[in-house]
């Protein structure tokens, strides 16, 4: 089929008022029946066309009459019926297969025929796997639900909207009607249907209105869902304290499923999680997922109004609701936890994910200009990316300017489907400022280099600091143009001390720190009354995702990383001083970096000054994904080895004495609580354990097996575990035994053991995942299962993946082929890591090019996994 391109958007021939859709629901057959009350322009004369796919028409009739079988046809999942004016009202019956839907979309079951339960997944095209209609964001109906079944097998009922009844039926049903009062695309469509339990709470938003939340789960966790409750509460008052948003039905629920392709989904008022991340509890959840199921539920929450009550006109407008939504949430987390924590955190995971998608094949604009398969375009891009051009415009208006134009751009575009511009309008008009030049960003792909120079004029007191910025042409895109890029930026001097900056214009009182915009090809900025060569501190914050070219010497960097008071630039100032340390390593000539990078290190861990959390981080070289970024012959094993060299150097110069010493104080203080100063110090103790294993194995292993077997939480008994398996101690066997049957019957916990042991480095990692694969708790069929193997396989364990036999390649060609034939969502996300295979050395290269067009010939490929292939080859 032919892309669906931007420039083609045509406003809908048809509408849809209201929607009623009653459904009799059963595991193996499910019928549905829809009212659609249509609307047009009565002067136009588009025949009636609407979406379906996979749907057994059992009836049709248009204004009460059945229709004859040729006023419609139904062929190439589109149905056109004739004969349909402005308010006529369709109603089609259909009929669906729930239990053999394998690939998640549409109505499908989670878990066994027997106990499981059923739900929808509709974003961003599912809604047409349920019922015939213009399945397209700017169609917004109100929707009246009823859903019938076994009162038995299906004790609970649950639609998006407020509840309107329920009842009994004959023969042991019953039933449960549910309104929605808020106008809605078919996408944000849900049903539930099943055996679960619930947690309940009650919430008085900011404005009276009183709500039931909900937490929905299966028996045998709901006992893990209070967290989550808690968090949700945190995201609502916040929401209603930094943007005055309050939730606006009388019922809020959430429920968990094992049994899904993402994190989870915003549907109106009945938000769907991935178990994954709603679940938690001290005995199987570690730090980080903790943290993670705070953001998820913030993030689906915040979408009630950043996507439902304003969505988006069309899919290329994705990053109006997800960039959006990941810039609130991460203020949100920010303001619950350490803000330069998170903000390392975000920036490690835009270069470990999206950099690499903006530098290959698959790179796109965060608006694409046409995609083939929509599912495909969920990526880093859209949302990572979205996120950081939100961050810019947040910065250029400040915090009270953004907060105008956030209430602008709700209010002029409730109950509507919005585009980016209505977006930038809205802030931009707010504030008096034309954001247009910020369009740029959204319609250009790859990653903007910033090339900074200094120079110091000691006769004028001034120092003159010249930006240049340039955009590599990408597969998609061989021009490139000038972005606005803001810098913020600081001057230190030798001392470590920030110097007061007075610019041209500037005649209040100094700062410390500015902004500057970069909005051509290249500009000079002057600071006056400078009294030493300065040391520039620049992107502070990283205030734009670009990547910095400047050309710092060790003993600058040093500085920064011992002195920058700002969290995120003193932690950079480190990862670009051990990337120069790597370098030297690699060309055979240890130098002046390492020595400033393991001496700076050594001095911070000693000195003990700096918080526990920001130590770790710091203690922790750049990743083996972000290193192959800057080369341009990747041999991973050799990345790999040099990492390792790197860190054994930073554990000699600590040394084993001292990391033990500092291991034993932070291990006597153990304990499972969640508070930020013990889950700094869980994070701080793994890594000296790691750093230690690496340099004195003997003394490192049975305090790793002393942690296992004595862990009070998840996080250190996971952290012991992977530091045995990753130094094959002659207790990891045990060790691993022991969890497999400890958390048998936790399907989390159960992920997690097949990722610990999937990112095991090294050439013989291929061959545990082989003998994995044959554990009977792996499948195919189960999203997460397949992430927590595969997935960790190919994505985090560089040197196992790329082997250089090219095995690691023929393996994951075999799993896409037989995934796609089950679920083409994630088949196709699983593909993506074969992006960068160009960049590989020639052995390596070629291996893979030759596994990829295999995939690429092969018949019967979905169109999911088809675009990502044929997009890689490029
Ligand atoms: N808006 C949600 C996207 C989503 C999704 C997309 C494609 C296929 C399945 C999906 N499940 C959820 C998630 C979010 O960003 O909030
Ligand atoms: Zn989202």
Known sequence: ??????????????????????????????????????????????????????????????????????????ANNVLEIDGARDGSVLETRVRLRPAANTALEGLYLSGSAE??????????????????????????????????????RFPVLLAGGNPDGAGELDDGRHWARFVDPHPKPGYLFAVVAGRLQSIERDYLTADGRAVTLKIWAEADVIDRCDYAMDALERAMRWDERTYGRNYDLDVFHVVATHDFNMGAMENKGLNIFNAKYLLADPGSSTDDEYRHVESVIAHEYFHNWSGNRVTCRDWFQLSLKEGLTVFREQSFSADMNSAPLKRIEDVSLLRRAQFPEDAGPLAHPVRPAQYSEINNFYTATVYEKGAELVRMLAGRLGREGFRRGMDLYFARNDGKAATLEDFLAALGEANHTDLGPYLAWYAQAGT????????Y??????????????????????????????VKLALFDRDGRMMPLHMDAQTSKAATETVVVLDTDESTFVFHDVPSAPVPSLLRGFSAPVILECD???????????????????????????????????????????????????DLFARGEVEQALLANLLTPPTEVEWAEREARVDPARIHALRQQLQRQLAERIGAEALQQRYRTLAGEASAALDAASQAQRRLKQRVLELLCLIAPDVAQPLAAAQYDSAPGMTDRLGALAVLLRSDAPQAAAARAHYRQRHADNALALDKWFTVQAQVPGEAALDRVLMLERDPAFTLKNPNRVQSLLGAFVRANPSGFHRADGAGYRFLAERLVQLDALNPQVAARLATAFNGW?????????????????????????????????????
Request: aromatic share 6%; with cysteine.
């Open 115 to 152: 106990a499981g339960f059923l739900l929808t997944q509709c974003e961003a095209e599912g809604f047409r796997h349920i019922t015939f209609f213009p399945d397209r964001p700017d169609v917004q109906a109100l929707y009246t639900v009823t859903l019938r079944a076994d009162r038995d």
């Open 1 to 74: 089929a032919a892309p669906t391109r931007l420039d083609a958007y045509r406003a809908p021939a048809w509408r849809v008022e209201t929607v009623e859709l009653a459904f009799d629901l059963a595991i193996d057959t499910t019928e549905v029946t829809a009212r659609l009350r249509l609307r047009c322009d009565p002067t136009q004369t588009q025949p009636l066309r609407l979406d379906g796919e996979n749907l057994e028409l059992l009836s049709i009739a248009l204004d009460g009459t059945a229709l004859a079988a040729d006023a419609y046809r139904y």
């Open 448 to 455: 903007p280099r910033l090339q900074a120079r200094g120079e």
């Open 552 to 602: 710092y010497d060790a003993a600058e960097l040093a500085l920064l990383l011992r002195h920058d008071p700002d969290g995120f630039n003193r932690w950079e100032a480190g990862q670009q001083l051990a990337t120069l340390a790597y370098a030297e390593l690699r060309d055979g000539a240890p130098g002046h970096a390492l020595d400033a990078w393991l001496g700076a290190l050594s």
């Open 838 to 874: 160009q960049r590989l050395e020639p052995g390596r290269r070629q291996a893979a090019r030759a596994v990829i067009e295999d995939v690429a010939d092969r018949d019967g490929l979905s169109r999911n996994l088809r675009e990502i292939v044929a997009n890689v080859l490029k």
């Open 457 to 486: 004029d000691e006769a004028r007191r001034s120092y003159a600091l010249t930006l240049r910025q340039h955009t590599p042409a990408t597969a998609s895109q061989a021009q490139t143009h000038p972005l606005p890029i803001p």
